[in-house]
């Protein structure tokens, strides 16, 4: 029997996406991944926990974390990394309602800082505002005042 091509190219994308159909959906999602201490993340469930319960994850990064039903039909939080938090690859786990399923991802913590400012830069700024104001006052008397 000779099989013709069109038929075998017919029977290989059926199969592949049986395939791409039973295969999971992704199990939880941290995005973005990798990160840096101090970042604030997303993090999803992957439409893997029933909206009907309160699903947690759990994780050295941010310690416990409540997710609550999103926009987009999953459960979803945002966090942010521990400031401690050193390079290297880092377990975060999903526990779906009571007696519901457990997934876990590993993301990736690189080396780094968050951009922006913290409280003593704005503070230190502030300060400097400040002293070039009383400078450019003074200046003003000083230099008006001989007129």
Not at 51 to 71: H, I, K, M, Y
Not at 85 to 102: F, L
Request: a positive charge; proline letters at 5%; charged letters at 15%.
């Amino acid at each position: 029997m000779i099989v013709k091509p069109a038929r075998s190219a017919a029977v290989a994308l059926l199969a592949l996406t049986a395939l791409g159909l039973a295969a999971p959906t992704a199990a939880a999602r941290v995005d973005p991944d990798p990160m840096v201490a101090g970042q604030r993340v997303s993090i999803s469930d992957g439409r893997r926990c029933a909206q009907d319960g309160a699903a947690r994850v759990s994780s050295r990064l941010f310690g416990p974390v409540v997710l609550r039903p999103g926009e987009g039909g999953g459960m979803g939080a945002r966090a942010r990394v521990a400031q401690g938090a050193a390079p290297g690859r880092y377990p975060v786990t999903i526990h779906c309602a009571s007696g519901g399923a457990s997934f876990t991802e590993t993301v990736t913590v690189r080396d780094g800082r968050v951009e922006g400012l913290n409280a003593v830069q704005a503070a230190g700024g502030l300060a400097l505002l400040a002293l070039a104001a009383g400078a450019a006052f003074w200046l003003r008397r000083t230099v008006g005042g001989r007129s």
